[in-house]
């Protein structure tokens, strides 16, 4: 039987409150587990005491057993000094995707396209303006 150390919701709509129980790995995520053995309120502020409740020596001994914790309650447990996590580092977290990558190069080029023709629009009327006043000047005379 494969063992998991993970959060079980509960609480109303919008208002989330976590059990961390022990629980077997097939069993759904609000359904049937074996012990609870912490709270997690993320309403609560970062600061405050209550907000992780966790019985550390349970979770120590059900780590020995092999039950596998989650990514979230991995870090309770780091936090808790019960076990080591490793630090990940991802460096293209923050990088955009392809087709994000696409659109920016294609709105750069209009862009560019833009500036151009208004470049051009500045040029031509200019030397238009000049010509006719100098025709005026011209038919003065």
């Known amino acids: 039987m494969a063992l998991s150390i993970r959060l079980s919701r ?3 709509k919008k208002r989330p409150y976590y ?16 012990e609870k053995i912490g709270n997690y309120n993320p309403l609560l502020a970062k ?7 966790l019985d550390a020596e349970r979770a120590k001994h ?12 991995a870090r309770f447990l780091d936090a808790a000094g019960v076990k080591e ?3 990940r580092s991802n460096p293209k977290k923050a990088e955009p995707g392809e087709k994000a ?3 920016a190069e294609e709105r750069a080029e209009k862009q560019k396209a833009a500036e151009e023709a208004a470049a051009e629009a500045a040029k031509a009327p200019a030397a238009e303006a000049e ?10 005379e």
Do not use: H
């Not at 059990?19 to 074996?34: C, H, L, T, Y």
């Not at 600061?47 to 409740?53: H, L, P």
């Open 47 to 53: 600061d405050d005491e209550k907000r992780i409740v």
């Open 10 to 12: 509960g609480g109303s």
């Open 62 to 73: 059900w780590l020995g057993v092999g039950a596998q914790p989650t990514d979230r309650v």
């Open 85 to 87: 996590r490793a630090a």
């Open 101 to 103: 990558k696409e659109r």
């Open 131 to 140: 010509a006719p006043a100098a025709d005026a000047e011209a038919t003065a």
């Open 19 to 34: 059990r961390i129980v022990v629980a077997d790995a097939r069993s759904p995520r609000d359904g049937k587990f074996i």
